[in-house]
């Protein structure tokens, strides 16, 4: 497994790959490397026959006031957990490496970027869509995976390949969880024993939501609601949003169609923030 920092490295790595006749497969990360990400690189292993997984904390997707200083950073970790699931290469750049000095060039696909997430994250959508248009330049992937954990992340990165023409195709990988149900992520660092037991009530509001659709109810506000009902029966988790919507275009609904539709939820629970969020 080569680790390549710079642009000209990675393009040098993958000119030779591309010779040798390999297909390229892609998981971008912001390393901190648990089973979910590996199970995406499991499945890119499956669609192509040299894999890159890039590690980059991204500064523009955070917020004045968000984690990115304190965000873990665990670079000998995840080279090891990459080598051993099979990934041929590692590009992980610096932010100084990466974004040309005065780069002013962004990416902002509207009306999917602005609910849910972007309501409380402004800016956070513009700066994925921008830095996953400059890794796919970079990389050339034949085959992309993203995980359905961040389903609006996912929206974007679909409608951005859409609407620009990348020649990418893009793989859902279904979310991995804890024992426990709850959705693994590399914030669950932040999370005490006790508080990754009280987020238990997340995946519980998501398989309420998901009983009462199979027991036929199609009502969007009253899923939601009890949902929300949930998710408030754990006093330290503090609901941002329980949304009801269309998974192609992020946009609310009032009627659930079955397989269309998903709950979406986010929550702080301490300084951290939690999302997670289901099909119905
Ligand atoms: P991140 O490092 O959090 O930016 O995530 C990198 C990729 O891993 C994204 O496509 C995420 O959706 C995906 N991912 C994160 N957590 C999980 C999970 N628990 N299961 C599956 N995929 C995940």
Redesign the pocket.
């Known amino acids: 497994m080569q680790v390549v920092q710079t642009i000209p490295a990675l393009r040098a790595a993958l000119a030779q790959a591309r010779a040798a006749g390999r297909t390229i497969g892609f998981v ?4 901190c490397l648990h089973a ?2 590996l ?2 690189l499991t499945r890119a292993r499956q669609e192509a026959t040299f894999n890159v997984v890039s590690i980059f904390v991204n500064p523009t997707q955070f917020g004045p006031n968000e984690d990115f200083s304190r965000y873990p950073r665990t670079f000998e970790a995840d080279r090891t957990a990459c080598e051993s699931a099979g990934a041929d290469l590692i590009f992980a750049p610096t932010p100084a490496d990466f974004y040309p000095q005065g780069a002013a060039t962004w990416v902002d696909v509207e009306g999917l970027s602005t609910g849910l997430c972007g309501e409380f994250r402004p800016g956070h959508f513009r700066g994925v869509a921008t830095v996953v248009a400059m890794l796919f330049n970079a990389v050339q992937a034949d085959v992309a995976v ?2 359905q ?2 389903l609006q ?1 996912l929206a974007v990165i679909r409608r951005m390949v859409r609407d620009l023409h990348f020649p990418v195709r893009i793989i859902a ?1 279904e ?3 804890e024992s426990n149900g709850v ?4 914030r669950n660092r932040y999370l005490a024993a006790e508080d990754l037991q009280r987020a238990t009530a997340i995946p519980a509001a998501l398989a309420e939501a998901r009983r009462l659709v199979a027991a036929g109810e199609t009502e969007a506000a009253r899923i939601r609601d009890a949902a929300l009902a949930c998710l408030t029966k754990e006093p330290a988790l503090r609901p941002q949003y329980v949304a009801v919507v269309d998974q192609e275009t992020m946009a609310p609904v009032t009627q659930v169609t079955p397989g269309r539709c998903a709950l979406a939820i986010a929550c702080h629970l301490g300084n951290t923030r939690l999302i997670d969020n289901t099909v119905l």
């Open positions: 971008p990360t912001m390393g979910g990400h199970a995406l993203f995980g954990k961040d992340q990988h979310t991995i969880r959705a693994m992520s590399s």
